[in-house]
């Protein structure tokens, strides 16, 4: 089953440690991204990549890192989380944009809700 | 930059009635997709329905229907029949060819539907 998982799906935590949100896909995808939502803001985007060991940021990347060592996995990195980082994070995976129209459907993961304290 | 806006923060519809979501949107571009995505309660992002731009036919899945006006910049969504599972928070989005496959997301509309 194609699919994007992400873990854990909640977490929570106090302000100034380190964490890391994991996320794989299993569809070969060469793009993959990170959002987060917040209530009244939609999903932005904080990183992405599109491909192995290339990754840029998008438009909220303060206070994140990600890494692309391996194609399938995409791990948002919270070097120091502060409490302007709760919310609601996605991971969402799809093939490079193209001239085949399904290249333009991004699969996202179940989210992870992190609360910082 | 591309905006998505949606002005409806909340809507609610009877069952089996039909509701109209708003959407509109701002770019320069001429090659784009629009998307709207639907996030029941389960927080899972699921697509609904996508539109290019270059195709002037709106899209149409089941009960789900679009009003795309190009012009405008205008993408509503139709749902007829509505069903008690319709009832999620909804997103509009937009992606161009220009900055690959980022998405921009409106607010969101949150749907009820009442039995």
């Known amino acids: 089953e194609a699919q994007v998982t992400q873990n854990p799906r909640y977490l929570i935590t106090v302000t100034g440690k380190k964490l890391t949100v994991t996320c794989s896909q299993n569809?070969?995808?060469?793009?993959m991204s990170w959002y987060r939502q917040d209530p009244g803001l939609g999903l932005r985007q904080i990183y992405y990549s599109m491909n192995v060991e290339v990754t840029d940021k998008g438009d909220v990347p303060e206070g994140y890192k990600v890494s692309r060592k391996e194609k399938r996995n995409f791990p948002l990195i919270l070097e120091s989380p502060s409490p302007n980082q709760t919310s609601l994070y996605f991971c969402?995976?799809?093939?490079?944009?193209?001239?085949?129209?399904?290249?333009?459907?991004?699969?996202f993961g179940q989210g992870t809700r992190l609360t910082v304290v | 930059a591309q905006t998505v806006t949606q002005s409806q923060p909340e809507m609610s519809v009877q069952e089996a009635e039909t509701v109209t979501l708003s959407c509109t949107y701002d770019t320069s571009e001429n090659n784009y997709y629009l998307f709207w995505y639907k996030q029941p309660p389960s927080r899972q992002m699921i697509l609904v329905i996508r539109q290019e731009a270059y195709k002037q036919q709106n899209a149409t899945e089941n009960r789900f229907s679009v009003n795309f006006q190009k012009a405008a910049k205008s993408f509503s969504l139709k749902i007829s029949d509505s069903q008690l599972g319709d009832t999620a928070m909804y997103f509009c989005?937009?992606?161009?060819?220009?900055?690959?496959?980022?998405?921009?997301f409106g607010a969101g509309t949150i749907l009820r539907v009442k039995s």
């Open positions: 989005a937009f992606m161009s060819m220009e900055y690959g496959n980022k998405l921009v």
């Open positions: 969402a995976s799809s093939p490079a944009l193209g001239n085949q129209e399904k290249n333009t459907e991004a699969f």
């Open positions: 569809m070969n995808h060469e793009y």
